[in-house]
């Protein structure tokens, strides 16, 4: 009876293999190409789907005892994957906050908790595709929210941002006193002073603040005293 050959596919035979059969110039050239095609993968898997060009959030106080406001958020948006049919909102805080939800384009499709925060899923009616953009403004009535001496508004930025900018605007008869910005990765807090302030029109007080130096993930708490 013959003798039966046994193919090795150890990992130091099947290298020794592809060293008889490659040079090195191609080795080096495959190991590049799949050195590069690893990082654009992983650059894509941390770009996600899109990107946020400009993010404006203002709230709105309607009364002194902080029992009604508005949120507005309007957000310019660019596509990085093709075939998007859908976009997330976020929505966090004490009180009723949902008492009217509103967004355009698109219309809400679910709605869930994830510990102490919300995940808003809009439907976009079509198919939006990369290079692609879109203004997307998000507008909330909640009841019961603001209603102690210290109050806070917090951003927490989930995609590649741009630029940031957050308002908030304070009854003619209940201003602010005093108002802080917390970065949490930074565990810093900074006092925001008179240039942050403006006094409108009718009367009431907004207070503002905006920046282009954005970490994703990052938190930003504006904290007051009224």
Same mark, same amino acid.
Request: one cysteine or more; charged letters at 35%; a positive charge.
């Given at each position: 009876?013959?003798?039966?050959?046994?193919?090795?596919?150890?990992?130091?035979?099947?290298?020794?293999?592809?060293?008889?059969?490659?040079?090195?110039?191609?080795?080096?050239?495959?190991?590049?190409?799949?050195?590069?095609?690893?990082?654009?993968?992983?650059?894509?898997?941390? &770009?996600?789907?899109?990107?946020?060009?400009?993010?404006?959030?203002?709230?709105?106080?309607?009364?002194?005892?902080? &029992?009604?406001?508005?949120?507005?958020?309007?957000?310019?948006?660019?596509?990085?994957?093709?075939?998007?049919?859908?976009?997330?909102?976020?929505?966090?805080?004490?009180?009723?906050?949902?008492?009217?939800?509103?967004?355009?384009?698109?219309?809400?499709?679910?709605?869930?908790?994830?510990?102490?925060?919300?995940?808003?899923?809009?439907?976009?009616?079509?198919?939006?595709?990369?290079?692609?953009?879109?203004?997307?403004?998000?507008?909330?009535?909640?009841?019961?929210?603001?209603?102690?001496?210290?109050?806070?508004?917090?951003?927490?930025?989930?995609?590649?941002?741009?630029?940031?900018?957050?308002?908030?605007?304070?009854?003619?008869?209940?201003?602010?006193?005093?108002?802080?910005?917390?970065?949490?990765?930074?565990?810093?807090?900074?006092?925001?002073?008179?240039?942050?302030?403006?006094?409108?029109?009718?009367?009431?007080?907004?207070?503002?603040?905006?920046?282009?130096?954005?970490?994703?993930?990052?938190?930003?708490?504006?904290?007051?005293?009224?």
């Amino acid at each position: 009876m013959g003798r039966t050959d046994v193919i090795d596919y150890s990992p130091e035979s099947l290298s020794r293999r592809l060293l008889a059969v490659l040079s090195l110039d191609k080795i080096t050239l495959l190991f590049d190409l799949y050195r590069a095609l690893r990082l654009w993968l992983n650059h894509q898997r941390r &770009e996600g789907m899109y990107e946020i060009l400009d993010y404006d959030s203002v709230l709105e106080l309607l009364d002194t005892k902080g &029992e009604t406001a508005i949120l507005k958020k309007r957000q310019h948006v660019k596509f990085l994957q093709d075939n998007v049919i859908a976009f997330q909102d976020y929505a966090w805080g004490d009180g009723k906050i949902f008492s009217n939800y509103k967004c355009s384009p698109g219309i809400v499709v679910d709605r869930y908790q994830e510990g102490d925060r919300f995940n808003i899923l809009i439907s976009l009616r079509e198919t939006k595709n990369s290079g692609d953009t879109e203004d997307f403004y998000i507008e909330r009535r909640v009841k019961h929210s603001f209603t102690k001496t210290e109050e806070w508004r917090q951003i927490e930025i989930r995609h590649q941002t741009r630029r940031l900018k957050i308002s908030i605007i304070f009854p003619k008869k209940r201003r602010c006193q005093r108002a802080v910005l917390q970065q949490r990765s930074k565990h810093r807090t900074t006092l925001l002073g008179p240039e942050h302030f403006t006094d409108l029109p009718d009367g009431r007080q907004m207070l503002t603040w905006e920046t282009r130096k954005i970490r994703r993930f990052e938190i930003y708490t504006i904290r007051w005293k009224w």
